[in-house]
């Protein structure tokens, strides 16, 4: 069954053919192509992403991109069966746009459309090798349950318990600011476009390499209280009162401020996931969402799994931030498995504060 993936939750626009294999047992799959527009360049000018600029861009986009896989990949309009598409959680005007065009398509074809859960998906994301298309169909990595995902992006930080796919349990998340926007934030506010989170880790980087002096020090917030909570924006307040004092900053100041910044909120993570790895029993752990992809957390969530003795799942390259492959592959599976919600009769709705739990 070939199954067309839809994601517009944010700034990237999605999507991605996907074919499983139906009537053998075990679940496979294939990409047929996966494609991704972002828009990154044109958000830049506003220091993060604009929502209704997203949503006439989406629009713009998304036909664009169809007519553009369906070449890549050879595949006519009714060589698809099913649609998934994400439902939330995200910005409202941009997943509206995403459901719109799902919905017509369906109609169109006579084909179902399945709600994605985004942050299901970004867990899903770790499931496979590649984000490439390719001929051979292959099953998903075994992932060892109970798992705990912890979810980093720029929208989102979260810790989440997982018995089986489809069922979840969120142990904590951020009371403000996601750890992502505190990267972007603090990039802003050292002179770097948004979205600033890769710099701001190279620049930590040199100044581990350079061994530059240890002379700043940020806070590490709460982490000592007793839940699984995080909160990321009195970072932001102590790198704006550091950098008032100091007035005009170098670039050494620049990397140090990186590197304590990058240590303060990779040592919150570790804390608080090491917590939760030593109150319950857990087999693994995944990490997803655009700041899984910092090769420094990357790191030391290694080091902590290896001290669990237990594997550490990580997003195929390609399939860090927001995509579309994420999203068919979890509406596939779900296909797979019975587990599909049955769509409302008034249809998809766009649920930009939709939770794991409300599954
Ligand atoms: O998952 P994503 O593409 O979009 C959502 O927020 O859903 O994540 C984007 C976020 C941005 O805040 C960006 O700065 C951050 O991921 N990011 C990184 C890195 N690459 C992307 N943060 C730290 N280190 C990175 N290497
Ligand atoms: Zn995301």
């Known amino acids: 069954m070939i199954i067309l993936g839809i994601e517009t939750s944010c700034d990237e626009t999605a999507l991605c053919l996907l074919e499983t294999q139906d009537g053998t047992g075990d679940f496979k799959y294939r990409i047929l192509g996966n494609v991704i527009h972002s828009q ?3 958000h830049k000018e506003y220091g993060g992403v604009f929502p209704l600029l997203a949503k006439r861009e989406h629009i713009k986009n998304l036909p664009i991109l169809f007519e553009q896989i369906k070449k890549e990949s050879r595949i006519k309009d ?3 069966r099913a649609i998934a598409v994400t439902e939330g959680p995200g910005l409202e005007p941009a997943l509206w746009t ?6 017509d398509f369906g109609k169109k074809q006579n084909i179902p459309v399945y709600p994605v859960n985004h942050m299901e998906g970004h867990i ?3 499931l496979v090798e590649d984000s490439k298309p390719h001929k051979d169909f292959r099953p998903l990595k075994p992932l060892l349950f109970p798992a705990l995902a912890v979810l980093i992006s720029g929208g989102h930080t979260e810790i989440v318990s997982t018995s089986s796919l489809g069922s979840y349990k969120v142990l904590g998340r951020t009371r403000d600011d996601a750890i992502g926007e505190a990267y972007d934030k603090t990039a802003r506010m050292l ?3 948004y979205p600033g989170g890769p710099e701001i880790s190279r ?3 040199q100044a581990r390499d350079e061994s530059l002096p240890e002379d700043i020090t940020l806070p590490r917030p709460m982490i000592h209280s007793k839940d699984f909570d995080f909160s990321f924006s009195g970072l932001k307040t102590s790198i704006l009162y550091m950098l008032k004092e100091m007035g005009e900053i170098s670039e050494d100041d620049k990397k140090k401020i990186s590197r304590e910044f990058e240590n303060a909120v990779t040592e919150v993570l570790i804390s608080k996931t090491k917590r939760a790895l030593g109150e319950n029993e857990y087999h693994s752990v995944t990490i997803g969402g655009g700041v899984s992809a910092n090769l420094y957390i990357q790191k030391a969530f290694g080091k902590l799994c290896q001290t669990f003795a237990i594997p550490l799942y990580l997003p195929a390259v390609g399939l860090y931030g927001d995509n579309a492959m994420m999203i068919a592959l979890t509406g596939a599976i779900k296909i797979a498995k019975d587990l599909v919600k049955t769509k409302s009769p008034s249809g998809i709705k766009a649920r930009g504060n939709l939770l794991l739990e409300s599954e």
Do not use: M, P, R, Y
């Open 40 to 42: 990154i360049e044109l």
């Open 78 to 80: 009714e060589d698809i």
């Open 98 to 103: 995403g459901i719109v065009f799902a919905e």
């Open 124 to 126: 899903v994301s770790t």
């Open 191 to 193: 002179g770097i476009s």
């Open 203 to 205: 620049l930590a980087q």
